[in-house]
């Protein structure tokens, strides 16, 4: 029963952040999501409806660098690797969407990962 009050809770910070936090073709939203083991971020371009990047510790480059595979030195250098994929891509400013996550431990890691990689929000 506790799992479910957790997510219903997360589900309503969810709905309020996203009221306010709105990803443009010219000013993404950066999503995190944080589950047991490993730690994902997307590029998402609500006016079109894209991800114009994706990272996580689960699979790909990333996963295979980043050492070790959890926590919050990983959910850092997943936020490194997103800002050098957005840099290629031409993307400099962003918002930061925590996703109804508190911003702390991995969640802020990711957003100081991508501050340090150039990003600005």
Known sequence: MASYHRTVGRTRRQERVRKK???TDTRPRICVFRSGKHTYAQVISDD???TLASVSTLAGDQAREAKPHRGVEAAKQIGLALAKICKEK???EVVFDRNGF???GRVKAVADG???GG???
Request: no cysteine; proline share 0%; net charge positive.
């Open 21 to 23: 936090v709105k990803g």
């Open 48 to 50: 079109s409806g894209v």
């Open 90 to 92: 031409n993307i400099i």
């Open 102 to 104: 508190l911003f702390h």
């Open 114 to 116: 991508a501050r340090e």
């Open 119 to 121: 990003l600005v929000f």
